[in-house]
């Protein structure tokens, strides 16, 4: 992974958040507290509510997103535009349509 600098950061800040919150649904924050914990790396509460305000998580974070909610997360944050992302995104945007965020 690459460092992300200034706006590229505050966007990949942006599309982390809305990662968190269309996987994740209505009580994101609790829900993602417990998914990351059951998982071995244990996150505040106070974090993730500043995840999903825009607040780009640190790297073993987003790899561990990658792995617990699907993968294509790295991608979206890091490479935005690549195949990996908008098959990502579809298929994000497909369990929404088919059953809402869990």
Known sequence: MRVLKGD?????????????????GRDAAKR???????????VSLRTVQGWLTGRLADEPYILLADQLYGPGIVAEIYEP?????????????????EGGAR
Do not use: N
């Open 32 to 42: 993602i507290v417990a998914d990351f914990e059951a998982a071995g790396q244990p």
């Open 81 to 97: 535009d690549s195949e990996a992302a908008a098959a990502s995104r579809k298929l994000r945007l497909k369990r929404l349509v």
């Open 8 to 24: 590229e950061r505050v966007s990949a800040g942006s599309t982390w958040a809305k990662v968190l919150r269309t996987t994740k």
